[in-house]
């Protein structure tokens, strides 16, 4: 039996002896079919589903029975469902994580032996996570490890897991690493003959199949980082591969409207199809196999299905050949999405995509595909260009996904001038005054604002005595004064964003910044700029500064409502500033050593206790854990 799903969100099921459909379903899982397995057993056999929410399809009498899973970035599955996942996928990247879908976008998901679980997104950090024990539902997940970040992210949705999901095969910059799933550890790394647009992973042994986009395949040995093989496949960029785990037998898919079976040691393939089409080949997108190799499923563009057959004997015969429609949805999108999608360090290449793919009639089918590929090529680009071409292109699509890209884009990539080009291009004003931008700010919407506040920014220090004078002239809003409240909070925070842009040169709006940070009538998310800020500015007088505040407040008596001491008084908020700002700074800072120093008078060892259920626990005080991080923090950068 085969699956396949739709961008309409239709579902078939396929007969694979006799390659004939026995079921079709439309219109009731909403938005496109991004993924799907079998699981369970073959007596009652379940496909799970996912794309905008996740379904639960029981296959009964060649009929589907369909209901919908409460959707919280997805499910997790028993062992014997996840053993049955990997073989038919590869893969787990459809499967969520409970707790951690609103701190994550996983772009790929995976599971350890011992039952970490292990998510890469498309920041490049690759992480495992331990669940609560059942005891304690309610518990934070844990996070055991940590690898990679921004600096080499990759296209994280060919991140694997093989060898009894023992190892974590990911593509980085330039490289291909392999970690040891349960600790993190880099196991060894290789760089492929060309960049990576197709993975497979054996299930139970240390073998990875990378395909390239220059049409080659490669088999690699995961714990020695070994080349056990190359051919050129493809004429174009393999698109897909699928392993035949019982056997030596891998399935690869192409852009040039092949289909290829190869051994794994082979020197050619053994078998080859190309689909006839009246208007030449047409792309081949997906691929799935038995596990015996003898029967194998195959999607491509125009919504074309194949079903293809092989022996020994007979070698790879068409038991089905689908025709794609006539009227292709999205023409070259996915192509292009493709592009958009593996290249983030070829500049010229990425951008060519991007402008292409602005220039065509992208049909709204493919609106969140195309907005998920644009954010990512901003956020990991390496070409500025690239990247603006991506925000002109988003902005069109989805304005608001737009304006969260800019913000996580200008986290990450300092200068190169993208705000005041991206500003004139939006604007159609080339060379606007810093007075004319600082007065245009509480008048704009959140994207202009995001584009003017970095467009500041980036003027460096000459615009920070008006950035500065703007935001001391704001009057911090009571909450009679409800009018306008929302538009002086938005307003200071796109001010506290352009000093935050500014870095080292916001020096001056220290105490300002300060004064926002503790005044508890500002808006949580603006004292937290404020927050940032300080930590963007980042030098060791700004600590300085800091910390003797800390200091004054720790020789303080200060008595609460019922005339005790109340040794809070603001330390947690200061000592957690300090813990973001640069491990330099607070090496460099004179001032910090005798604040930690204060801070633990004040405390003393920090331990203190509560009654819970008739016995007395202990636990330490916030202000003391963080004095420690602190410490730790510098004891570190003076090692180095």
Not at 292 to 304: A, K, P, S, V
Not at 363 to 387: S, V
Request: proline share 5%.
């Amino acid at each position: 039996m085969g699956a396949t799903g739709a961008r309409s969100g239709e579902i078939r099921l396929w007969d694979l002896r006799r390659g004939l459909l026995t079921a079709y379903v439309g219109g009731l899982q909403p938005g496109p079919v991004e993924n799907a397995a079998f699981i369970g057993n073959a007596r009652r056999p379940q496909l799970l589903t996912t794309g905008e929410s996740a379904s639960l399809w029981t296959v009964a009498a060649e009929a589907l029975e369909w209901r919908r899973l409460p959707w919280d970035g997805g499910r997790l599955l028993t062992s014997a469902d996840r053993e049955a996942v990997l073989r038919q996928c590869g893969d787990l990247r459809w499967l969520g994580v409970f707790g951690l879908s609103d701190r994550h976008d996983p772009a790929a998901l995976g599971r350890t032996g011992s039952g970490l679980i292990v998510l890469s997104g498309d920041s490049g950090l690759i992480e495992a996570w331990r669940r609560p024990p059942k005891e304690k539902p309610y518990a934070d997940t844990e996070v055991v490890w940590a690898f990679g970040g921004k600096d080499d992210a990759a296209d994280q949705r060919l991140t694997r897991c093989c060898d009894l999901w023992r190892l974590v095969v990911s593509p980085r910059r330039g490289r291909v690493v392999v970690l040891d799933a349960e600790t993190g550890t880099l196991v060894t790394a290789f760089v492929p003959p060309a960049r990576p647009t197709a993975i497979a992973a054996h299930p139970d042994r240390p073998l990875v199949v990378l395909g390239g986009r220059d049409g080659s395949l490669s088999w690699w040995d995961a714990r020695s980082g070994h080349c056990l093989g190359r051919v050129q496949a493809h004429d174009g960029r393999v698109r897909a591969l699928a392993l035949a785990t019982g056997t030596d037998l891998v399935m690869s898919v192409s852009q040039d409207g092949t289909a290829a079976l190869w051994r794994l040691h082979g020197r050619g393939p053994v078998g080859r199809f190309m689909p006839p089409t009246p208007a030449g080949p047409r792309e081949l997108t997906h691929v799935a196999g038995t596990p015996d190799g003898r029967r194998w499923l195959i999607g491509g563009r125009g919504g074309q299905v194949h079903v293809l057959h092989w022996s020994e004997h007979a070698g790879l015969v068409p038991q089905r050949v689908g025709r794609p429609s006539w009227a292709m949805d999205g023409g070259d999108a996915e192509t292009l999405l493709d592009d958009i999608r593996h290249h983030w360090d070829d500049g010229p290449a990425s951008a060519a995509a991007v402008r292409e793919l602005a220039a065509g009639d992208l049909g709204e089918a493919w609106h969140k595909t195309a907005a998920d590929a644009l954010a990512d090529l901003i956020l990991n680009g390496a070409d500025p260009a690239a990247r603006e071409a991506a925000v002109i292109a988003l902005a069109e699509i989805d304005e608001g996904k737009a304006t969260t890209a800019l913000y996580r884009m200008f986290d990450r990539h300092d200068g190169h001038g993208s705000a005041g080009r991206l500003l004139a291009y939006f604007t159609g004003e080339d060379a606007p005054t810093t007075e004319q931008l600082v007065a245009s700010l509480p008048g704009i919407g959140n994207f202009l604002g995001v584009l003017t506040s970095a467009t500041l920014g980036e003027r460096g220090a000459g615009v920070v005595p008006a950035v500065h004078a703007a935001l001391r002239a704001f009057p911090f809003p009571t909450r009679n004064d409800a009018d306008h409240w929302w538009r002086d909070e938005t307003t200071k925070y796109r001010l506290l964003h352009a000093l935050r842009e500014a870095g080292a040169a916001a020096a001056p709006a220290t105490p300002t910044l300060l004064a926002v940070l503790e005044d508890e009538e500002i808006y949580r998310d603006t004292r937290h700029q404020a927050e940032v800020t300080l930590q963007a500015i980042g030098l060791p007088e700004t600590a300085d500064t800091i910390a003797a505040e800390i200091r004054r407040r720790a020789g303080l008596v200060v008595h609460d409502e019922n005339g005790e001491d109340d040794e809070k008084e603001g330390f947690s908020l200061l000592l957690d500033v300090l813990l973001g700002m640069p491990p330099a700074a607070l090496a460099a800072s004179r001032e910090v050593g005798p604040a930690l120093k204060a801070v633990r008078h004040r405390f003393g060892d920090g331990s203190r206790t509560y009654e819970e259920n008739g016995e007395i626990r202990e636990y330490t005080v916030y202000e003391i854990r963080l004095a420690d991080l602190i410490e730790e923090k510098i004891a570190e950068q003076i090692e180095k």
